[in-house]
């Protein structure tokens, strides 16, 4: 009888030492979005100073941030980004998102069901105003429906390269694993960054794509720039993080991040 006491005073303990350690680390978690306005939030839109919310593009309603055009009369290739205040090094990060409605007048067709998450990017301030991407890693969000099948969390690399397998990778976007995402639903991106060591992108708990060394690209006319800013080193082991608008409507309802020894 004793034994048994002690064998079930063991399991409590356990459970409890558990549920003690899922708190913990739950409570780790960053809202970056505070569900209620663009606190800490600068958009940058090509063509306008940072801090020039041209359009009403970025805006809070109904709890989500949403990327919005109808104040456009084109698109006009006016590519934004919305940038969080700090900058990133070893993190995990986590983002919810959907895509509705229809693209902005005159769009371009690559764009369609289209947008990313910037990561290891310069900050809005350092951009030229005519600049269209931010010089970063782009973790590409990809729709699908019946007329248009993507994978989802591809790779792009404005004013970047990054290496796989061993080998510096020179195109522009590389196609990660995953499985279609369709119509309007709502999906959750993660993402693992060690710094310059290793990214990971993550859906649904699988790996689709992994790099290592994102690094400045010396061929764009942002090099010797950012490199100068980077304190001569072309490594890139932190930077920002933005949310694209790229001509189609899309909704985030969570943009949170654990920070990584």
Known sequence: MKKNKLFILAILI?????????KSTE??????FNGKDLTGWTPKIVGHESGDNFGNTFRVED?????????????????????????????????EYRFVGDQAPDAPGWAYRNSGIMIHGQMPETMDIDQDFPTSIEVQLL?????TERTNMNLCTPGTNVVMNNELILDHCI??????YFDDMWVTAELEVRGNDVIYHILNGDTVIQYNNPQLDERDYTYTKLVDLNNGDKMLSKGSISLQSEGHPID?????ILILE
């Open 14 to 22: 356990i459970v409890l030492l558990s549920s003690c350690s899922n």
């Open 27 to 32: 409570s780790e978690w960053i809202q970056l």
């Open 143 to 147: 729709g699908s429906d019946s007329t």
């Open 63 to 95: 709890g989500l941030i949403k990327v919005r055009y109808e104040e456009y009369d084109t698109f006009g290739n006016r590519f934004g980004h919305l940038f969080y205040k700090d900058e990133f090094s070893h993190y995990k990060l986590r983002v």
């Open 175 to 180: 196609n990660a694993s995953s499985e279609l």
């Open 252 to 256: 985030f309802r969570k943009v949170e």
